[in-house]
């Protein structure tokens, strides 16, 4: 009897074993259900589907109001309390309450300035900058979206000049001034003006400076100034801010790198074009370099502030700004760009020769990759314009910039665009 049950209990646990067994066998290519994202942003730049579209119109860019050269409240005050200094440009934040004030002193060097924040009533809120600091690269000078912060390039200070006084002063006992048209009342008014005006604060301290351009925020008052790249060494001249404010792209290149380039443009007689390295720089002074490689075009951010987009010659690549494990796609068209080149080649050949029927390009069967020496129009990407998260638009030309300019030359400048769409994940 108890022999009986052992062989039942075994066979029992046979059986069970061998259950087990093919369930884990069991094929699993049974079909799985995809999850389709609802936007862009939740998908890594290395799961990118696109579709390369040639010779489109170029992206409608979003009307900018015009900016004041110089804020005329922000002069008044440079005018009447400010006589050894000189307002070269302002910069007004989005929502119109904050105005940064670039300028500088007599006696500064050429491509040395200063800055300090006013409000949009012309008042002196804060001194930004240290008298030992010097900003350079005044057009790259950026409020952040929000209007809660803004970015600028600065450095040592160079070895000032001493202020030169140019003419001679006006003399107050000329009948000009003692005329008896002068309504003494107005004069007496300006008198007290001046006398109450309020001094001008002093330059702030204690701001880290560094000997290359390294890259400074500070609040929308105008205060904590703070260089956000520490990198002695590095020279930082572009940057961009995240449409939704949190971080800056900018590009970065060694001061070796730098010299070799400016001095090779000067032999030349061309105008300096510098190259960088891409990276992200967070407001908080977190930097992470996206690519070894060198470009001069300009980084662009996606629309949803989740990817950035930077161009290398024929190719893209487009990087995710965040996450844990961020992933990098690269996108190379130079196969599409010799095929479309010679396309539009052929059409403009068409166009000219007006006694020859044109023949729709589209007919036309491409079996080999055409000669890129052939090609005029085939030409490196120099700009990028990312107006929605699903359009990337890339333009390619011939770029020529020469100190003569009527020896500059920019020619077959082409709109093309990448259309992007998510790889479908499955559900495991």
């Known amino acids: 009897m108890a022999t009986n049950q052992t062989y039942r ?3 029992v646990f046979v059986v069970t074993a061998f259950q087990i067994i093919v369930s884990a066998c069991a094929p699993t290519d049974a079909p799985q259900p995809t999850i389709a994202p609802t936007s862009l942003s939740q998908v890594p730049a290395v799961r990118f589907n696109y579709r390369y579209e040639a010779d489109v119109p170029p992206p409608t ?45 007599l006696g500064d060097l050429p491509s040395e300035f200063r800055l300090d924040m006013y409000g949009d009533d012309g008042k002196l809120l804060h ?28 450095m040592i200070r160079g070895v000032q000049n001493e202020p030169e006084v140019s003419g001679t002063p006006p003399d107050l006992s000329t009948p000009a001034n003692t005329a008896s048209n002068v309504d003494p009342e107005a004069n007496a008014g300006d008198a007290n003006a001046n006398t109450l005006a309020a001094p001008t604060p002093a330059a702030p301290t204690g701001i880290l400076t560094f000997r290359t351009e390294q890259i400074y925020i500070s609040n929308a008052d105008g205060s904590s100034v703070k260089s956000v790249t520490q990198t002695d060494g590095l020279i930082y001249f572009y940057y961009a801010w995240a449409p939704d404010s949190s971080a800056l792209v900018a590009l970065a290149s060694t001061q070796r790198e730098w010299q070799f380039l400016q001095f090779r443009a000067e032999t030349n007689g061309e105008i300096f074009v510098p190259v960088g390295r891409p990276r992200i720089v ?3 002074g977190r930097e992470r370099r996206l690519d070894d490689g060198l470009s001069a075009v300009h980084p662009v951010w996606s629309p949803d502030s989740t990817k950035i987009g930077c161009a290398f010659d024929t190719q893209i690549r487009v990087y995710d700004a965040g996450g844990t494990s961020p992933t990098q796609a690269a996108i190379p068209l130079r196969n599409q760009l010799l095929i479309s080149s010679q396309a539009y080649d052929r059409e403009q050949q068409q166009k000219l020769n007006a006694d020859q029927t044109p023949e729709s390009n589209a007919n036309v ?17 120099v700009t990028l314009a990312w107006p929605e998260d699903s359009t990337l638009y890339f333009q390619t030309a011939f770029v020529k910039r020469m100190k003569k300019e009527i020896d500059s030359v920019t020619s077959f400048p082409r709109w093309h665009r990448l259309i992007f769409t998510p790889q479908a994940t499955t559900n495991r």
């Not at 600091?133 to 952040?144: C, G, L, Q």
């Not at 069967?365 to 990407?381: A, H, R």
């Open 127 to 154: 001194k930004m900058t240290a008298d030992l600091m010097a900003v350079h690269f005044p057009d790259t000078i950026r409020w952040s979206p929000d209007s809660e912060s803004l970015a600028f390039v600065a």
């Open 365 to 381: 069967q491409v079996s080999t990759l055409p000669d890129e020496k052939s090609l005029v129009s085939f030409n490196p990407i």
């Open 9 to 11: 209990s075994i066979h």
């Open 282 to 284: 967070e407001k908080n």
């Open 61 to 105: 860019e979003t009307a900018k109001a015009s900016a004041e050269e110089r804020n005329a409240a922000v002069q008044s005050d440079f005018d009447q309390n400010r006589a050894q200094e000189v307002l070269d440009k302002t910069f007004a934040s989005a929502n119109g309450k904050r105005i940064a004030a670039l300028y500088h002193r």
